[in-house]
């Protein structure tokens, strides 16, 4: 008996999800040196869609290339790559579950070697290391354009195939920079109070819609919150989460933190979650509860820490969530989903963290340990689960040094 994680699901917009397992967004890497898809991305995703899982979410595609995040992202900004894009698209869907485009802009959360001037809503620096260039404030123009560029995404990757589109405006990228107030220090109709910090977020979804139309599906993935001082607290992102099931939101993933508190991980403000939290094996859980009782007909998702079947079944029996997001898992056991619909108790995989023991590269080496992962499934081989992180550290940084470069030489 699969119970309720293998039964459909309806969304408001009337597409049905054959399951409540969800593929959650992964950073693949594996766009080319023109930001196009790749036959090594299609060949993820082709093994991806045999999964089980009734939804898949790729990684972040991004609006503009002034907003990629790492080398290797696809961008999309008109039709010039949609050959790519229905390939990827045919290769994702091709095991019957819905495929959806996460959209992006990485802000201020741009590598410097990747992106040498950096926009966001307020000049407020990463504090990471010294890997990110200080942001320029956009402008209210460029505000516009931007909230036009993503419905343009959306509409491009829609009639390339794909089933529907999520916004990403979680883990510190240029939605969650609008949304809070460590990082938006604006005082013009964009910035200054709760509403005015939402309203790029809700002037993006608007747009979005009108472009895709409210028959194909529409997410958003948002922090519960920022896990630092001064940063979104969950009150706010309530009131957030109320005025995006006003406007028609379809589903939303709860997920936390940024690249200074990579709560996602599991590991906000650079350490390991309670003890009783990882029992209970799902970060966001509490949150999500709060989202319940405020508006108990929102389709939720909640992505980080679900490991065994016995929590995810639990979470679905008790009501407080709808569909259970799997990100890193997949990573390095891409069958995880069929095996849980089969009556399996746990990834095969030993899923603990993977870090290196030196507090600078720790998180990175956790990130680009699961990225080679992928990588080694784009080249249509198996994940690698006793792979060493630090020697998948130095192959990340060297695969991604190249394209670093290659963009430089562009001049971007």
């Not at 200080?134 to 959306?154: H, N, S, V």
């Not at 970060?283 to 108990?296: D, G, I, Q, T, W």
């Amino acid at each position: 008996m699969t119970g309720l994680l293998g039964s459909p699901f309806a969304l408001p917009c009337g597409v049905s999800l054959k399951n409540r397992l969800a593929k959650s967004a992964l950073s693949e890497g594996l766009g080319d040196k023109h930001n196009a898809p790749t036959e090594r991305l299609q060949r993820l995703y082709e093994r991806w869609s045999d999964s089980g899982a009734g939804l898949i979410i790729t990684g972040n595609v991004m609006v503009a290339e002034g907003g990629i995040g790492e080398p290797g992202n696809v961008v999309v900004t008109d039709y010039r790559h949609q050959s790519g894009l229905k390939d990827w698209a045919v290769s994702a869907g091709a095991g019957g579950a819905e495929v959806w485009v996460q959209i992006n802009h990485a802000g201020r959360q741009a590598m410097r070697h990747v992106v040498a001037h950096p926009v966001a809503p307020s000049e407020v620096q990463l504090k990471v290391g010294g890997s990110f260039a200080k942001p320029r404030a956009l402008t209210e123009a460029e505000i516009e354009e931007l909230i036009e560029q993503y419905a343009t995404t959306a509409k491009v990757v829609v009639e390339s195939g794909f089933g529907g589109v999520q916004i990403h405006g979680a883990h510190g990228y240029l939605v969650s920079q609008f949304l809070s107030p460590r990082t938006n220090k604006r005082t013009d109709r964009w910035g200054g109070t709760p509403e005015n910090r939402s309203r790029f977020l809700l002037e993006v979804f608007k747009a979005m819609r009108a472009a895709i139309g409210p028959e194909t599906p529409l997410s958003v993935k948002l922090n519960s919150a920022d896990f630092q001082r001064g940063g979104i607290t969950e009150e706010d992102t309530l009131d957030v989460v109320l005025a995006l099931h006003e406007a028609g939101v379809d589903l939303l993933e709860v997920s936390g933190g940024t690249y200074e508190s990579a709560a996602m991980m599991g590991m906000p403000n650079g350490k390991p979650v309670k003890e009783s939290t990882r029992q209970r094996e799902a970060y966001f859980l509490e949150f999500a509860e709060k989202v319940r009782s405020e508006a108990p007909t929102l389709p939720l998702m909640v992505t980080g820490g679900f490991r065994s079947r016995a929590a995810m079944q639990d979470a679905l029996d008790n009501g407080s969530l709808d569909l259970v997001g799997l990100g890193r898992p997949l990573a390095v056991e891409p069958d995880f989903p069929q095996r849980l619909l089969d009556g399996a108790d746990g990834p095969k995989a030993n899923l603990r963290p993977r870090t290196v023991g030196l507090k600078m590269i720790d998180s990175a080496a956790e990130l680009t340990y699961y990225t080679t992962q992928m990588w080694r499934m784009g080249d249509g081989k198996e994940p690698k689960d006793d792979a060493n992180p630090l020697l998948t550290f130095a192959r990340y940084t060297a695969g991604s040094g190249i394209q670093a470069f290659r963009r430089q030489r562009r001049g971007h």
